[in-house]
């Protein structure tokens, strides 16, 4: 009995040893400081997220005064040019008088001319008020004339640069929502990485858990046997004493032993009972602390009316061709910020990855993510169906498809249009980038 309760011990010994095999790592955080810190993360998504719904309003908004503007521009345009018109024909009407008056030889015409054909003083003085009427009329209508033109002109002015303020802001606004729609996409990409993290992190906490209750129990049956096997000791030398004291006594009866010697066999097998159970119970215990898992644009170029606004026709790839085909069919669709097919309308980036991928090719959604996937090459090496990137300042903030000839095909200010690089654009440039697949 000795000799299986020290074995026992030994096991139970090994068992509080296996609990210490899965420890927690000094310098990670609980899941309930992950849960906060994704939290944190998830209320910033949702802060970029509603910034970017007032930033598309208020594109709306510069949509609507853009277009305003331009019609203020074409009236202006419109009265410059008649304003020209007028104060040419009335120089013309001079000339002309003047040249009659010369043709007469009148050296002081049309005066003289008035004086001489008088009739009367009366007549004489009625003429002259008349040329001089007529005279002054011109002149006075020319210097209106040349005023007028002054105004318009200055009015044409100021509505170009107020253009101009516009497209400026356009274009720190894109760059800002390309921004955010970066910061917007690593946050997300965090918060997902953080809820894996808290599920890995909750299922090594509750192993430990776990580990910890089994230590606990295990300590309770060990001190458990400690003291069943204290008293199994004790009952064995109390046993011993008594059946020493009775075979000294020859007045103990036969009986009296018998009782004593079955008394100590029950107390025996009870106590080896006992010493089952809890055996039992710690390979129980042993099981279950061993078991658990392991833990963006602008509006300069051409307009969508001009005659050169054809469907390209262009060298070329088959998936090439495709996509300027695909991207020709929205030619002079109206630009709409975050559009990403027909039924919305594009912006930049929307018309580029929407063309592609109807041609079998998956491309990122903003400029920025294109031109950062993007293989990047020269100009020299630059062929239609290749990517042309532009930057306002900081990041990049526009994209068109490159159809070769210094020429590309975006979703700008003024729609789906094709624009010469050379010029304004070139100064944006930031360089080309090609997708396997298509070049």
């Not at 594109?59 to 345009?77: H, N």
């Not at 170029?301 to 085909?325: F, H, L, N, R, W």
Request: glycine share 6%.
């Amino acid at each position: 009995m000795m000799k299986k309760t020290r074995t026992m011990a030994v096991v139970l010994t090994a068992v509080l040893a296996t609990t210490s095999l899965y420890p927690v790592a000094s310098d990670a955080k609980t899941s309930t400081q992950l849960t906060a810190d994704k939290k944190e993360i998830d209320v910033q998504i949702k802060a970029l997220e509603k910034e970017m719904t007032t930033m598309t309003q208020q594109f709306d908004t510069y949509v609507a005064q853009y277009d305003a503007l331009q019609e203020e521009l074409l009236d202006s345009e419109a009265d410059i040019a008649v304003t020209k018109e007028e104060l040419s024909d009335r120089q013309q009407i001079i000339a002309k008088r003047m040249k009659a008056y010369q043709a007469q030889d009148s050296t002081f015409s049309p005066y003289v001319e008035a004086f001489l054909g008088a009739d009367s003083f009366t007549d004489l003085v009625t003429r002259t008020l008349s040329v001089k009427k007529i005279i002054d009329a011109d002149e006075s209508m020319r210097i209106e004339q040349h005023a007028q033109s002054s105004t318009f002109k200055k009015q044409h002015t100021a509505l170009v640069k107020k253009e101009k303020e516009l497209e400026q802001q356009f274009q720190m606004m894109q760059q800002q929502y390309e921004e955010m729609t970066v910061k917007r996409a690593e946050n997300k990409a965090a918060s997902l990485a953080l809820k894996e993290k808290i599920a890995t992190k909750k299922e090594k906490e509750k192993l430990v858990r776990k580990q910890k209750k089994a230590a606990k129990q295990a300590a309770k049956l060990k001190k458990m046997q400690e003291q069943q096997q204290a008293a199994i000791e004790k009952a064995q030398a109390e046993a011993a004493a008594a059946a020493q004291q009775q075979a000294r006594t020859v007045t103990t009866d036969n009986t009296d032993v018998a009782t004593a010697t079955d008394t100590t066999e029950t107390a025996d097998a009870t106590k080896t009972t006992d010493t089952k159970a809890a055996a039992d119970t710690t390979i129980n215990t042993a099981t279950v602390s061993t078991e658990g898992g392991n833990a963006g644009n602008t509006n300069f170029g051409a307009k969508t009316t001009d005659a050169d606004q054809q469907t390209p026709t262009v060298e070329g790839s088959a998936t090439a061709k495709g996509i300027i085909a695909e991207a020709s069919k929205y030619m002079g669709t109206a630009y709409v910020w975050g559009g990403n097919k027909p039924s919305t309308g594009f912006d930049c980036s929307g018309l580029t990855s929407w063309s592609f991928k109807e041609n079998g090719v998956t491309i990122p959604r903003t400029a920025a993510q294109q031109y950062a996937a993007s293989t990047k090459i020269s100009a020299s090496e630059a062929k239609a169906g290749d990517l042309v990137f532009f930057s306002y300042g900081k990041g990049v903030a526009h994209v068109g498809i490159y159809l070769g000839d210094g020429r590309m095909l975006n979703s700008q200010n003024r729609g789906v249009t094709i624009d010469k690089l050379a010029g304004h654009w070139s100064q944006y440039i930031v360089g080309y980038g090609r997708f396997a697949g298509v070049n």
